[in-house]
């Protein structure tokens, strides 16, 4: 039987796929990347040779594909050239991902073909290995087929996303390589206005915000600490933060990606509206102390144990990095 059908999206369902974390898979033949240098992908073959993609990268492709389709081992296949730098293990990418079941050809998810905003991969352990090795060793600007056997897909699922058995094929536009995010703020110290907390910074660049013994603002306050000389965060973009939060009343730190020990990387859309309106506007390198009344954070139902419905938030961010 034939697949032919114009893919379309579920928006944010790729948000999924983090959560598929595999113990093994990822096999498969390789074969030496030509535009990847020493970085090796999934050698093509007949499965992967025989699924046709039309359209152009970035909009939504028309599949044809025999089904049911099935691997023992992951197939790769070019189908657009890209001209861009290659991704390598480690790097973030900004794709587009379709995914089929080889079985039947019907949709099992897609993101970013239809017009939402394309997704933030890691390359590494912490994503699914199908999608990794679909992306691995490409240069941005490059379309690619493949065709992945289930255990490829991750163990750790509770509802995965292709049975037991079966394989899939995978759609992947990879659209831009992001610059590896900087490690803390760094640009020209500003001048802050007094009525601000003070914010002092450890070795590392690990904030320690200091509340003054003062009534909080009742009106959403953003200062740069540092400026920044990096690309500026757009409406809807992805970013990569440090931050720390603390409570206006309390100083309390309710929130603090320094004390896990990594960044935070997110839509700016995805967060609540006074720490969007920090971020949108400013450059990478710029660290911004943002004071969000209840109206501009969380609102009367607060969150948590410690944000109630009338607490004023204070945050201090550094932008690593955006996409």
């Known amino acids: 039987m034939r697949s032919r059908l114009a893919l379309t999206a579920a928006a944010g369902l790729l948000l999924t796929l983090s959560a598929c974390t595999a113990t093994g898979g990822g096999g498969g033949d390789v074969a030496d990347s ?36 099935t691997v023992e081992k992951m197939q790769r296949t070019v189908v657009i050239d890209g001209e861009g730098p290659v991704a390598r293990e480690g790097d973030t990418v900004t794709a587009e991902i379709t995914l089929l079941d080889g079985a039947t050809g019907d949709e099992i998810l897609s993101s970013g073909h239809d017009g939402s905003a394309p997704e933030q991969i890691t390359l590494d352990e912490s994503f699914v290995p199908a999608i990794v090795k679909t992306l691995e060793c490409s240069p941005a600007g490059t379309r690619i087929v493949s065709v992945a056997p289930s255990g490829d897909f991750g163990e750790n699922s509770q509802q995965p996303l292709v049975q037991e058995g079966s394989s899939a094929v995978i759609i992947a536009d990879l659209v831009a390589i992001a610059d590896p995010p900087l490690e803390r703020a760094e640009g020209e110290v500003a001048d802050v206005p007094t009525e601000f907390p003070k914010v002092e910074l450890d070795e590392d660049g690990a904030p320690t915000i200091t509340v003054p013994d003062e009534p909080a603002p009742t009106e959403l306050e953003i200062a740069p600490l540092i400026v920044g000389d990096g690309p500026t965060v757009e409406e809807g973009a992805s970013v990569t933060v440090h931050y720390t939060g603390v409570i206006w009343d ?38 911004v102390i943002a004071v969000i009344p209840p109206s501009e954070g969380y609102g009367e139902a607060g969150s948590g144990e410690l944000i109630k419905g009338d607490s004023v938030l204070v945050f201090v961010v550094d932008i690593l990095a955006t996409n």
Do not use: M, Y
Request: with cysteine.
């Open 34 to 69: 030509t535009s990847g240098g020493n970085c090796e992908a999934p050698a093509a073959g007949g499965a992967s040779n025989g699924v046709t993609v039309d359209g152009e990268l970035g909009a939504k492709p028309e599949v044809n594909f025999d089904f049911p389709l």
């Open 250 to 287: 309390s100083n309390e730190v309710f929130d603090s990606s320094w004390e896990r020990g990594e960044p935070a990387t997110f839509p700016t859309d995805g967060v609540i509206p006074g720490f969007k309106a920090a971020l949108v506007g400013q450059k990478v390198g710029s660290q």
